[in-house]
T-cell receptor
């Protein structure tokens, strides 16, 4: 079954600290892996997209890594800010069939001052 | 928000009544998707479209139908709303290609009483 599992479900960090979110997937055949940020009451917004051949990709203070062999990805947030408080969703796209997206359950991050 | 508009943004309806949600895009994207988001489940695909009048089912399509008569509009219909269809519904659009980003609307909060 095509699945995307994320951990932890939630975490609380202090402003200025770093954190790492995990994503494991079993989706096959793999096309790409995306990380989205979803603020409360809004739609998800893309942070990064990585294909099979990419190991790391950065977007400002967000750095995503991908190990296609172990089917694992991580999202690292550096020097967290209060505005980073949101849900972060790992999404894996399957080849063909309109690149249908399989969503993880998300990690809810709360940054405290 | 990449030119994606969902309407209505909020709706309360009674069990057994038909409901239609509208997604309108100005990006000329080929692919359009309807998702529902519920606590503990993440985003789940209801239906998607890969072109005008071309649609297919997602993983939770029972009780829903869709129509796409124009590139820019994708309608989701609940023929006879049930309380289990109380959810937040997101429309997304995307072009063709493995690195094409999927853009999401702001969501529609539907309550069936």
């Amino acid at each position: 079954k095509n699945q995307v599992e994320q951990s932890p479900q939630s975490l609380i960090i202090l402003e200025g600290k770093n954190c790492t979110l995990q994503c494991n997937y079993t989706v096959s055949p793999f096309s790409n892996l995306r990380w989205y940020k979803q603020d409360t009451g809004r739609g998800p917004v893309s942070l990064t997209i990585m294909t099979f051949s990419e190991n790391t990709k950065s977007n400002g203070r967000y750095t995503a890594t991908l190990d296609a062999d172990t089917k694992q990805s991580s999202l690292h947030i550096t020097a967290s800010q209060l505005s980073d408080s949101a849900s972060y969703i790992c999404v894996v796209s399957r080849e063909a069939a309109g690149n249908k997206l399989t969503f993880g359950g998300g990690t809810r991050v709360l940054v405290k001052p | 928000d990449a030119g994606i508009t969902q309407s209505p943004r909020h709706k309360v309806t009674e069990t057994g009544t038909p409901v239609t949600l509208r997604c309108h895009q100005t990006e000329n994207h080929r692919y359009m998707y309807w998702y529902r988001q519920d606590p503990g489940h993440g985003l789940r695909l209801i239906h998607y479209s890969y072109g005008v009048k071309d649609t297919d089912k997602g993983e939770v399509s029972d009780g829903y139908s869709v129509s796409r008569s124009k590139t820019e509009d994708f309608l989701l219909t609940l023929e006879s709303a049930t309380s289990s269809q109380t959810s937040v519904y997101f429309c997304a659009t995307g072009g063709q290609g493995e690195n094409t980003e999927a853009f999401f609307g702001q969501g529609t909060r539907l309550t069936v009483v």
